[in-house]
């Protein structure tokens, strides 16, 4: 088959595939609803009150314990955004976004849920009776209508549960079941309770274990001959039986999973709450979207023409298999959310950008024609670009990955958010682009127009830097000096300043007021901020209440909110008057770093595996320092740390390596070229002919960002800042902490001391060794 052929046929898969995926997204996307989060439509408010148990006392400290076991209940039922605090010492409240049957979800996340392993001594007349001292009792037994089985203490709690997995088993008959694997000793303890059961007689009571779910004989399977007396059961995994149907199963799995609460509750209040925001925010950030994503698509075509145009288009059809990915998953949009969501479709312009600037130096070389047929310079970006892009991708990946492995709550979201956004740039830069700009270059009235393109262009930029390259890596060491210098005032900021943590970290005060006259929440808001409280979160609660929630807030305050309440309502008096704790806690904080930690070092490998560990190293401390930068800026400004300015500081990280990874990728390939070439000299080139990439990508961001920052209001102000201040210096950290460093590292470690088995591992894209 000839090279021509293989090309149209690869092509015409290429747009079936792509045909598929946007026909797919436009479906979901017509067909199925969003679920909005809190702040952006509301949701159900629940209240527990947190009882004494004969052995814990319901104190704060013990609520809190509760909040976070709640929490990966709420994770687990599929609740995407949740908000749990504590209220008081012994009150919990919960606003869940989205839920089908607030009711049901009450019932099931107030469910103590302790889980225990029984041997069975034998069966029983009955009754069920409460449990006897040693913890021995008589309850009903699932299989055995009317009957009873007496079970013995028990040996195993659910605390020896590592994890619990709904299964559906289709080959055995035995339908939804829910998988359980045990932690350390309890493996050994099932081991042991499964091998004392199987001494007994087959048909005796005794051959069998029950497992109890608060008080219920859940299932009570018996010992099969398979297993031997004293043997038991080994491999530390269970499995719970009781002709459980799917939503059973999950449920019960996300009860175990989430573990006991230490302390029972009730439920004690349950209500409707409206959005966080008011209608004139949403309004406000979603022409500011739009504005900025307009910017950003005048700025690409302008700089790439044709091609420029046919990229903003699939930006767009980008915009639209994210966001059907997003609402297929059930995922929650928040406006943080959709805010990241528009600047990754900005960002997302970063893939077409480096195809087309390497389209166009393969274009401009000297060695070509005057006229140069455009559709093999196009091929030669597109296959020289993918290891760029492929690295870039696969680094965010295992961030995106690794933060929804280990992580919960809100940044476990974001960890699911980075992937899509990650994975439909994929789809758009290297498959739709490319058949579009495929299509266009077929048309002999472009080929014989070659600066419509956008390819035969040599930019001012590019021609500045060819006529005077620069030589920054002559002062690398400078360079590196003032890098220093800012992250010591960056870190001067935070050890000073301190760090102002949002309501969500810190907990504050929550008071409901109930208003002589109904009154919207967006006019309760606007007279909130006009007395001083501007970041007070304002919702309406019930039927004619308002909720405000603050952070530190003295009675003198207190009062100040319910005069001007008072003015717009004829008058306003206090319901509930409680402190709250945060409802972002300490288990979230700890499971963030961790997921951070991991997906740092998980990075620093494989730049290492795919690079050289002399430019992971550079890749990872001029992330760290990015993220230092902000931090610091934020600590100086008095901005509030919250997980809005978390979710932004998670985008930063992604930017900066994607940045680095790039400016890295080129350098590799120029020392594949010039094997002797001087690492000062290779990286200059690497900077002067990434630049211009560097530039059309960071001007595609900013557009979005600038106009998030000014017209979004306030609730995206912050956001904003945070990222713009990410975007900038995760440009300048590229070239003048990256590649100084690596100069410097690669300087230390000549050539020739590289082991041959490292070299070996160092390949480009096509497998060749470098």
Not at 304 to 321: D, K, V
Not at 563 to 572: M, N, Q, R, T, Y
Not at 654 to 677: H, Q
Request: aromatic share 6%; with cysteine; hydrophobic share 50%.
């Amino acid at each position: 088959m000839s090279p021509r052929a293989t090309s149209s046929r690869a092509t015409f898969w290429r747009a079936l595939a792509a045909l598929a995926v946007v026909a797919v997204s436009l479906y979901v996307a017509l067909t199925v609803s969003p679920r909005l989060g809190l702040d952006l439509r509301g949701g159900t408010r629940i209240v527990l009150e947190a009882q004494d148990s004969p052995t814990v006392k319901a104190d704060a400290a013990a609520t809190d314990r509760a909040v976070e076991v709640l929490r990966q209940r709420v994770d687990a039922l599929g609740v995407s955004e949740p908000s749990l605090a504590r209220s008081g010492d012994n009150r919990i409240e919960i606003e869940l976004p989205g839920v089908q049957d607030p009711k049901e979800a009450a019932e099931v996340i107030g469910r103590t849920a302790q889980l225990t392993f029984h041997p069975v001594t034998a069966a029983s007349p009955g009754p069920a009776g409460a449990p006897a001292a040693d913890g021995s009792r008589v309850l009903p037994d699932p299989d055995v209508p009317g009957g009873f089985l007496a079970l013995a203490p028990p040996a195993l709690t659910g605390d020896g549960v590592k994890d619990a997995e709904a299964i559906l088993d289709a080959q055995s008959g035995r339908g939804w079941t829910v998988d359980l694997s045990f932690r350390g000793k309890a493996g050994n303890d099932w081991e042991r309770i499964t091998g004392e059961a199987a001494c007994a007689a087959p048909g005796d009571p005794s051959r069998r274990v029950a497992i109890v779910l608060d008080d219920r004989i859940v299932s009570a399977p018996g010992m099969e001959q398979s297993v031997s007396c004293g043997a038991g059961i080994a491999g530390g995994s269970a499995q719970i039986t009781g002709g459980f149907d799917g939503d059973e199963a999950r449920e019960l799995a996300a009860l175990v999973k989430g573990g006991a609460l230490p302390v029972p509750v009730t439920v004690v209040e349950q209500s409707t709450v409206g959005p966080t925001l008011g209608a004139d925010a949403i309004k406000a950030s979603a022409w500011a979207a739009v504005i900025g994503l307009v910017g950003t698509g005048l700025f690409i075509i302008a700089v790439y023409r044709l091609l420029g145009l046919l990229a903003t288009i699939a930006l767009g059809l980008y915009g639209l298999i994210s966001y059907a990915a997003v609402v297929a998953l059930g995922a929650t949009l928040t406006l943080p959310g959709l805010a990241g969501f528009v600047l990754a479709i900005g960002i997302a312009v970063d893939a077409n950008v480096l195809v087309f600037e390497r389209a166009r130096e393969e274009y401009l070389k000297p060695t070509r024609k005057l006229k140069p047929d455009l559709r093999r310079p196009l091929q030669i970006g597109f296959n020289k670009a993918w290891s760029a892009v492929a690295d870039s991708h696969v680094t965010t990946l295992l961030a995106a990955g690794l933060l929804f492995a280990f992580a919960i709550g809100p940044v476990k979201g974001f960890g699911v958010t980075l992937a899509i956004g990650v994975l439909a740039s994929l789809v758009s830069a290297m498959v739709i682009t490319r058949l579009f700009a495929q299509w266009a270059l077929e048309r002999s009235w472009v080929r014989e127009r070659p600066k419509l393109t956008g390819i035969a262009s040599r930019g001012r930029l590019r021609t500045r830097l060819e006529a005077r390259p620069p030589r920054l890596m002559r002062h690398r060491k400078r360079w590196l000096l003032v890098c220093g210098s800012l992250l010591l005032v960056a870190l001067a900021g935070i050890g000073v300043r301190g760090l102002e943590f949002g309501v969500e970290f810190t907990g504050g005060r929550v008071v409901e007021y109930a208003t002589e006259r109904p009154v919207d929440a967006d006019t309760a808001r606007k007279a909130v901020a006009d007395a001083g409280f501007p970041r007070a979160v304002v919702q309406a609660s019930g039927d004619s209440g308002i909720s405000v929630r603050t952070g530190e807030l003295s009675n003198e305050e207190q009062q100040e909110i319910r005069s001007a309440l008072a003015d717009v309502a004829g008058g306003a008096s206090v319901e509930r008057d409680d402190m709250i704790g945060p409802s972002l806690g300490s288990e979230l904080r700890t499971q963030a770093l961790i997921a951070l930690s991991v997906a740092v070092a998980a990075q620093l490998l494989y730049l290492t595996v795919r690079f050289r560990w002399t430019f992971a190293a550079s890749a990872v401390v001029a992330m760290v320092q990015d993220v230092l930068l902000v931090v610091g800026l934020f600590a100086w400004l008095g901005k509030p740390v919250d997980s809005v300015f978390l979710a932004a500081l998670l985008t930063v990280v992604g930017y900066s390596v994607n940045d680095t990874v790039v400016v890295l990728d080129r350098l590799r390939e120029l020392r594949r070229a010039s094997p002797r070439g001087a690492w000062p000299d290779l990286a200059d080139k690497a900077v002067a002919q990434t630049l211009p990439r560097t530039v059309n990508t960071g001007m595609g961001a900013l557009f979005v960002l600038i106009a998030l920052a000014v017209l979004g209001g306030d609730s995206l102000t912050d956001f904003s800042i945070a990222l713009l201040a990410g975007v900038l210096v995760g440009v300048a950290s590229t070239v003048f902490t990256a590649m100084p460093l690596a100069v410097i590292l690669q300087g230390r470690r000549p050539e020739q001391n590289r082991p041959k088995a490292a070299r070996s591992k160092e390949r480009d894209p096509s497998g060749a060794v470098v």
